[in-house]
């Protein structure tokens, strides 16, 4: 039921943003697919993806990167985390400043359902607990 909560919300969430707005149904459907990620970097990035795929999603120091490229990265992390026994009820610890170093680990984690712990963000103090600013 706890599952069905989250994809609600995660719903709504996406509703806000403008990406619950009539599209065309293949991008429709990959929207939709992105709720099995719940309330996740990875739910946000995917249905962005779908909708939008070669829009741009980020700019930093190496570069900029679209939608799609985000999420295939983060598709690959998941898959690698997989692969080294990292999955629910994981939990994976990202040390990065603001950049693709850490939007794509905190999307992979997204996506094999472990859960990412931020230790540091780009201002240089400790984060105040669990991914999240202080």
């Known amino acids: 039921?706890?599952?069905?909560?989250?994809?609600?919300?995660?719903?709504?969430?996406?509703?806000?943003?403008?990406?619950?707005?009539?599209?065309?149904g293949d991008r429709l459907l990959g929207m939709l697919l992105s709720l099995r990620y719940g309330l996740t970097p990875a739910a946000g990035y995917t249905a962005c993806a779908a909708?939008?795929?070669?829009?741009?999603?980020?700019?930093d120091d190496e570069g900029a990167l679209s939608f799609a490229e985000v999420s295939r990265a983060s598709d690959a992390l998941a898959a690698g985390y997989a692969a080294s026994g990292i999955g629910p009820g994981s939990?994976?610890?990202?040390?990065?400043?603001?950049?693709?170093?850490?939007?794509?680990?905190?999307?992979?984690?997204?996506k094999d359902r472990s859960r990412h712990r931020a230790a540091q963000h780009g201002n240089g103090r400790p984060a105040a607990g669990r991914g999240r600013r202080p």
């Open 1 to 24: 039921m706890r599952q069905a909560g989250d994809a609600a919300e995660a719903a709504k969430v996406l509703a806000r943003a403008g990406l619950l707005a009539p599209v065309r």
């Open 51 to 59: 909708r939008h795929p070669s829009a741009l999603a980020l700019i």
């Open 91 to 110: 939990s994976v610890g990202l040390l990065a400043r603001n950049s693709r170093d850490f939007v794509l680990p905190a999307g992979g984690t997204g």
